[in-house]
T-cell receptor, first 113, second 116 residues
């Protein structure tokens, strides 16, 4: 039962262009959504989050959009940089991020110089 | 601020053997999580502690896995006996609640386990 799905295993983008990573979820009870970034041999690092009462949250080059009616969220990276090359995990949780956190399988982003 | 510490970083054992992993969370973080990440998948929550009490262990295979968090600080996760399918990265994370009522988890580097 995959409650959080990232359907694209990988994505390749040219440096300077926009990267869009997508995530779908099935449980309408999730109230908090997060994106994590992971480099090889390291643990995931928190990137950006959004509460279910919002539809957009922006932090520098990173913006997360939430469409609750479609149960879909996306992460936009503008402009993309080679250092952004990593695996990105979408996660959803209850209780403001503190309970029942479920991760997607991840999308590997390649940013070409 | 020191991050989440885990040891060992790598472990190779044979099936039916036992293994233990250690985690020291960020100072002051009341909540501690253990995740299992199998190759090609996202992290799967095994157990969540709030101080030294268990909040959620619904996905912990209790016939072989056990975890404890004595004194509400560091934690150990044990597998006894190990199976081939336990080969994975075991991630520890900790969190604290912000003023906005939200929690962000901070992960350690993980322990990579290979069961032969």
């Amino acid at each position: 039962d995959q409650q959080v799905k990232q359907n694209s295993p990988s994505l390749s983008v040219q440096e300077g262009r926009i990267s869009i990573l997508n995530c779908d979820y099935t449980n309408s009870m999730f109230d908090y959504f997060l994106w994590y970034k992971k480099y090889p041999a390291e643990g995931p690092t928190f990137l950006i989050s959004i509460s279910s009462i919002k539809d957009k949250n922006e932090d520098g080059r990173f913006t997360v959009f939430l469409n609750k009616s479609a149960k879909h969220l996306s992460l936009h990276i503008v402009p993309s940089q080679p250092g952004d090359s990593a695996v990105y995990f979408c996660a959803a949780s209850l209780g403001g991020g503190g309970f029942k956190t479920i991760f997607g399988a991840g999308t590997r982003l390649f940013v070409k110089a | 601020e020191a991050g989440v510490a885990q040891s060992p970083r790598y472990k190779i054992i044979e099936k039916r053997q036992s293994v233990a992993f250690w985690c020291n969370p960020i100072s002051g973080h009341a909540t501690l999580y253990w995740y299992q990440q199998i190759l090609g998948q996202g992290p799967k929550l095994l157990i969540q502690f709030q101080n030294n009490g268990v909040v959620d262990d619904s996905q912990l295979p209790k016939d072989r896995f056990s975890a404890e968090r004595l004194k509400g600080v560091d934690s150990t996760l044990k597998i006894q006996p190990a199976k081939l399918e336990d080969s994975a990265v075991y991630l520890c994370a900790s969190s604290s609640r912000t003023g906005g009522g939200q929690e962000t988890q901070y992960f350690g580097p993980g322990t990579r386990l290979l069961v032969l």
